[in-house]
């Protein structure tokens, strides 16, 4: 669902959480796709090879970690707008380039997520922006509102 810029702003915290994790997960969906064209296979290294990009080299298993998750809570879950913004402009640019430049093969569609991440990292701390790894944990998982709400 599109919303405007207005609704967008008027939004809650939790709500634009909510707003931005569903177009992480389509991205996410899309960004598969593309990958598996490319030849990957192991989606874990591929995916961990954006985050070590945007967050300095953490695994999504370290970026868990700092954020005091249990095992296997899933990350993007917990985190807030900004930093899923963050994380879905790396998921879109990856996908991009990998169909725009026809990337083939596992490591290099790897080192193209890695790179686009850094990149995406570099222009955040050039612009004097929050680091990815620097953002607060959101008190409530989405999962844990979303159960809350029923």
């Not at 989606?43 to 970026?63: C, P, Q, R, V």
């Not at 790179?115 to 990815?132: A, D, F, H, S, Y």
């Amino acid at each position: 669902m599109e919303i405007t810029e207005k609704e967008y702003s008027s939004l809650t915290e939790d709500e634009k959480r909510f707003y931005q994790r569903n177009l992480t997960k389509k991205g996410n969906y899309s960004l598969n796709q593309a990958a598996k064209e490319a030849g990957v296979k192991n989606f874990d290294k591929f995916h961990n090879s954006g985050y070590k990009g945007l967050y300095n080299g953490e695994t999504a298993n370290d970026i868990a970690k700092r954020k005091g998750l249990r095992y296997r809570e899933d990350i993007l879950d917990n985190m807030g707008s900004d930093e899923l913004i963050a994380n879905l402009f790396r998921i879109s640019q990856t996908e991009q380039k990998l169909k725009r430049d026809n990337i083939k093969g596992e490591n290099n569609a790897n080192d193209v997520h890695y790179e686009v991440g850094k990149k995406i990292r570099n222009t955040i701390k050039e612009l004097g922006g929050t680091m990815p790894e620097d953002y607060e944990t959101p008190k409530k998982s989405l999962t844990e509102l979303e159960k809350k709400e029923k």
